[in-house]
């Protein structure tokens, strides 16, 4: 090999090296804008250890299971998920939280061949607000939607045992948005 192939080589190599720096610089720069996202503030913060009080969802429908499974569920997923624990009364809490039931809808979302209803779809909405002790204006509010299909069955006995527990599972569901939606907000 000729020293001035040499020199073409290496000229060549250094040109890959400074594109492969570029390349690497304007990826670190421009990551942040593919999705990332930034923690909540330390204000939003559910710490371990505080107290809380689910108070009753306030319900436009006549049905008291669906009160008591969102209260429930929120309990369980806060203190399971950042371990809070349930209040003994409203006056001791840390937080509190308070809620509208929005809606509450079932719906069939696929037929069988015969044209009769295969699966339900059981909606809710709930409008939460969540307060610090002491205070009057929340420091979270917000509206969060979850759903979860059942099966049909025209044993209304069954048909009634599984919307409860779809009931359960979109309670859940919707449990852990609050959490994150809580812990997300600017």
């Not at 073409?8 to 594109?19: D, E, G, P, Q, T």
């Not at 009080?53 to 369980?76: A, M, N």
Request: aromatic residues 10%; positive net charge.
């Amino acid at each position: 090999m000729s020293m001035g192939s040499i020199r073409y080589i290496s000229r060549f190599a250094y040109k890959n090296v400074l594109l492969t720096i570029l390349s690497a610089s304007v990826m670190l720069l421009f990551l942040p804008a593919c999705g990332y996202q930034f923690t909540g503030s330390s204000n939003n913060m559910l710490a371990s250890g505080q107290s809380l009080w689910v108070s009753f969802i306030k319900i436009e429908i006549d049905s008291p299971s669906v009160q008591t499974t969102l209260r429930r569920s929120l309990l369980e997923e806060c203190h399971a998920l950042r371990g809070l624990y349930p209040s003994a009364n409203e006056a001791t809490a840390d937080l509190r939280i308070t809620g509208n039931l929005r809606s509450y809808t079932s719906q069939i979302v696929s037929y069988t061949a015969l044209d009769l209803a295969k699966e339900y779809r059981l909606t809710i909405g709930v409008e939460l607000e969540v307060f610090k002790k002491g205070e009057t204006v929340p420091f979270w509010k917000g509206t969060l939607q979850s759903f979860q299909d059942y099966p049909a069955n025209t044993d209304l006995a069954l048909q009634r045992s599984a919307e409860a527990a779809a009931l359960d599972a979109a309670s859940r569901k919707l449990a852990q948005k609050f959490l994150m939606s809580v812990e997300q907000s600017y």
